[in-house]
């Protein structure tokens, strides 16, 4: 089974196809961290534009990387929210078309869904249910993944994602957009302790993140201590945070199989080692995908497009495109924000 596809959420347009037996026979990716670095962060109408023009040359050119014809492609999967409506309406009506001329069904993801699952493309060995924490530029919740469409939300973050702190502290520091892998390099060269920052929710009863008040302080201390301090000592801070949730639910999650990171933050390596530490302490497998399948790309799509083909969930061509698009449905909204 070969599954084509596609995503358009944020600020990479990508194109990939990927088969059921985790072959990954193409992945290709455009960023536009040029276009949208003068305004320090993602213009939703820049990013559209860049769609437009990059995801045809970018599915032409996987088809023909991979040696793979249209019609040889069994579904076409592309994204179809959450995330900036006019990129998820660009690569949804893309994937729509050419699954309609080839005569293929279409198959709707949930873009988060596509971080969810990433990790079984990578590490085949990794079953259902286990424990996720997702960390990416919009989200950051833990999940339970019981299975394909099967999700339920534990936490999530009652103001701003994790990656959103990450690429505001860049900005108050001038690391530059995006802002994550710039705080990581800074932080090499810093005393992880140097500034002392408040690590929000440490140790509170209910299970969920907040980096609003952590990203205050940070703007608060800019200017008064070394970049590389204060870029050290903000990730030890989202480090704790994250760990001491993570911790909470993982001892009140019975029956997981894996402690499981995804989405662009889990990039990150300090996050991912002490994660691994603490998989270790509960006696689980840790599981991280490779660092270019943890921030946005199709393949993850392509797989997750390939797990619900595989399960027999295919969409129809007027299936709407969605600016918001809850994993978990049935979840609470956590003050209005988050979700
Ligand atoms: P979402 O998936 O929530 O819709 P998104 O698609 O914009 O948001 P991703 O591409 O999954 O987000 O992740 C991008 C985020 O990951 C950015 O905030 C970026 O700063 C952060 N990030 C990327 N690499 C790292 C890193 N090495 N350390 C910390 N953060 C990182
Ligand atoms: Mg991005
Ligand atoms: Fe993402």
Known sequence: MIVLGLES?????????VTGDRRVLAHKLAGQE???????????EIAARAHVEMLEPLVRAALDEAGVKLAQVDAVAATAGPGLIGGVMVGLVTGKALAHAAGKPLVAVNHLEGHALSPRLSNPELRF???????????????RVDGVGRYRRLATTIDDAAGEAFDKTAKVLGLGFPGGPAVERAAEAGDPFA???PRPLKGAAEPH????????AVVRAAGQHRTEDLAASFQQAVVECLLDRTERALASSDGVTAL??????AANKAIRARLEALAAEYDLPFVAPPLWLCTDNAAMIAWAGAERFAAGLVDP??????????????AEAVRGAGV
């Open 9 to 17: 959420s944020c600020d990479e347009t990508a194109a990939a196809l």
């Open 34 to 44: 040029a276009a949208h670095a003068p305004y320090g962060g993602v213009v939703p």
């Open 129 to 143: 249910p286990y424990l996720l924490l997702l960390v990416s530029g919009g989200h950051c919740q833990l999940l």
């Open 195 to 197: 500034v002392p920052l």
């Open 209 to 216: 993140f907040s980096f609003a008040g952590l990203k205050s």
């Open 260 to 265: 499981v990171v995804a989405g662009g933050v």
């Open 317 to 330: 061509l007027d299936t709407p495109a969605k600016a918001r698009w809850p994993l978990d449905p049935s």
